[in-house]
Every structure is written in structure tokens, then in C-alpha cells.
């Protein structure tokens, strides 16, 4: 649990930030097909307590009125994060499903630890570290992206008992109307935290693809008895009847994002008190219980996110051949204000 506010802790309050005091420039250009840019690096333990960035290409500028903009620059910014001088990232994800959508969109909306704020992206999970690295890595054919970035940080001598690390894990594909979509699946100890997933049907009208239940299976190399069982993709999110009422965004879970025309959906639910704990393992797949012959085809990407008690690799490489399978993207654009 964080600190009550009232708490006067030992720390030394300190930022990230791609401002360069000397230059004066606020921003870190990422190249597309250059290596991975290295944003943020410290050797000092700390917990990063809040994360901002913003970045255009996805969006009208009026400060270059012919720049190429796309809305796929916000699958194809990628954020790792690598924690305690390890070689592999504990975070990869596009920017765009880390911060909760993943169809190519920008949409403002608020919860308790990501959203998308009236133009920026922000995190405020914490993310204990002994030492940190944050890179980004552009892979658009030919936009650069020009990043603002701040992560405020606490700095301690030693950090705070069982202070696990933060991981995030992102898996996108095309799957069968009834074939499982497999969400997490990790060894090791700690607990789950909670997701963004995005859904898209191939045909229009059509969101049977919520009827799915999560499967859990907690501590268990049995597939065929999970541990914990819901009762539909929906219910796990909070909602019903295919969230019935449209978009909405709560602390702890929302649907910033429903087309039900072109079968697009996108929701959150993060866990507190309810984090599913693991000693060993955990599998987490949400899978339709209706006859194959119902269901069709549907895409999704996801983003799952977790706390491990030590720095771990990710269970699979980033699908990058992958990453826009989508079916469709919308035609939406936003404009920026002089």
C-alpha cells in the first residue's frame, strides 16, 4: 500500500526529464529505424511515482502544417523499461496500449494509474528500482518523434522492504471466435495488478467475443481445473450486457472506447486489494464457453501488468511483425492549438 499522505518519509525528491537545461530543448527526438534512445538512467535506488510523456505524429500540427502525421505512431512507440542493471526489459509496450487504448487512438480519459489526459499520457504506478533504464524505441517507416517526457522519482539509500518491481507485458493477434486469449502467463512470485485490452471484431455488429470468462490458474500446471472462473469478458471488467450504457472511465476500471458498428472496444480494470498473488506461476486466458460454429473471428492486443519480487525477463519477445493486425482503423484525427 502507498503512504498515507500525512507520512513524512526519508527521500530525495528528484525528476526525469528530457528538458535540457544547456539547450534548452524540451524534447528527446526518437528517429524511425535508429537503435532504441535511452531516456532515463540512474544507478541509485528509488521509486518512480509518476510518469508523464506526450509526443505529436498522430495528430495535425500548426506549427508544421505539412508534417506527415499517422495514427499508428502510437503502436509503434515503444517503451522498456529495464530494472537493476539487467540486460532484458521487465516493461515493452507501445506506447498506446501501455497507456490503455490500442486501436491507433487517442481518446481523453482518466483512471487512478494510466489514461490519457487532454494531450499527454500518464502512469502513477510505482516502480521501485535499484537501478533504471527507459528507452524508446521508434518503429514508423518515416516519422520521427519528437518526445517531452518527466518521471518523478523518490531517491532512498535503501528501498522500502519487499519492494516488488513493475512489469508490463503486451501480446496482440488474430484469433478464432472460440480459441482462448491468452493474457498472462509467467513464472515466479508476486501479483497481478491488472490490464488495458482492446477488442476488435472482423464483422461489424458484432462483440460475442465479450462472452468469454477469465480463467486463472494460480500456482497450478492444471489446465483443465482454474483456480478462479468468471462468469464473461464484461463481468471481469465491472460491466454487463456488452456494457450496455457505452464509454465510461472509474478509478479502477472503465471502457474508454466503444464502436459497437465496427465491433472496437477497449477496457481497464486494475486490481488493489483484490491482486491475484502467485508464489509460483500464473496464467491468466479468458475463453468462450459458446460452440465455435457461433463465434467469428476477432483481433486483440493487450497490455498486463504486475509486480514480481525480483526484475524478471518477459515471458514473449514483442511482435513486432505483429503489431498492426488490427483489422480496421478508424479515420480520426485531432488538431493542435496555437
Not at 482462448?180 to 513464472?187: A, F, K, Q, R, T
Not at 482492446?198 to 461489424?204: C, N, P
Request: net charge negative; hydrophobic share 35%; aromatic share 16%.
Amino acid at each position: 500500500m502507498n503512504p498515507d499522505i500525512y507520512q513524512i518519509r526519508s527521500a530525495r525528491s528528484r525528476q526525469f526529464t528530457t528538458f535540457d537545461p544547456v539547450t534548452k530543448s524540451k524534447t528527446k527526438r526518437i528517429m524511425p529505424g535508429a537503435p532504441a534512445s535511452t531516456i532515463v538512467e540512474s544507478d541509485k535506488p528509488g521509486i518512480i511515482n509518476r510518469m508523464w510523456l506526450t509526443f505529436p505524429g498522430w495528430f495535425w500540427r500548426h506549427w508544421e502544417t505539412g508534417a506527415e502525421n499517422d495514427p499508428s505512431v502510437l503502436k509503434k512507440l515503444i517503451i522498456r523499461i529495464y530494472w537493476d542493471g539487467e540486460s532484458y526489459p521487465s516493461v515493452e509496450c507501445p506506447a498506446g496500449d501501455f497507456f490503455g487504448i490500442g486501436h491507433c487512438e487517442y481518446r481523453h480519459f482518466v483512471s487512478r494509474y494510466i489514461g490519457m489526459s487532454s494531450g499527454g499520457f500518464y502512469c502513477y504506478f510505482p516502480m521501485p528500482f535499484n537501478k533504471v533504464r527507459i528507452e524508446l524505441e521508434n518503429l514508423h517507416e518515416s516519422i520521427p518523434i519528437d518526445v517531452f517526457f518527466n518521471a518523478n522519482y523518490e531517491e532512498y539509500e535503501t528501498l522500502p522492504e519487499a519492494s516488488g518491481r513493475f512489469h508490463c507485458l503486451f501480446q496482440t493477434s488474430r484469433l478464432g471466435g472460440s480459441d482462448p486469449l491468452l493474457l498472462l502467463d509467467v513464472e515466479g512470485r508476486g501479483h497481478y495488478v491488472g490490464c488495458c485490452l482492446s477488442m476488435q471484431g472482423e464483422s461489424l455488429n458484432y462483440l460475442s467475443f465479450l462472452e468469454a470468462p477469465e480463467y486463472l490458474f494460480i500456482d497450478t500446471e492444471d489446465r483443465d481445473h482454474p483456480t478462479i472462473v468468471g462468469t464473461g469478458l464484461e463481468d471481469y471488467f465491472n460491466g454487463g450486457w456488452y456494457f450496455r450504457d457505452g464509454e465510461y472511465y472509474a478509478e479502477l476500471h472503465g471502457v474508454p472506447l466503444k464502436d459497437t458498428l465496427r465491433s472496437m472496444i477497449s477496457m481497464y480494470r486494475f486490481h488493489e486489494r483484490d491482486a491475484i498473488t502467485f508464489d509460483n506461476n500464473l496464467r491468466i486466458s479468458f475463453v468462450n464457453p459458446w460452440e465455435a460454429t457461433h463465434l467469428k473471428p476477432y483481433w486483440y492486443s493487450s497490455a498486463a501488468f504486475w509486480y514480481q519480487d525480483r526484475a524478471a525477463a518477459l515471458p514473449y519477445k514483442l511482435p513486432t511483425d505483429k503489431l498492426m493486425d488490427m483489422y480496421r482503423v478508424r479515420d480520426t484525427d485531432h488538431q493542435s492549438y496555437p
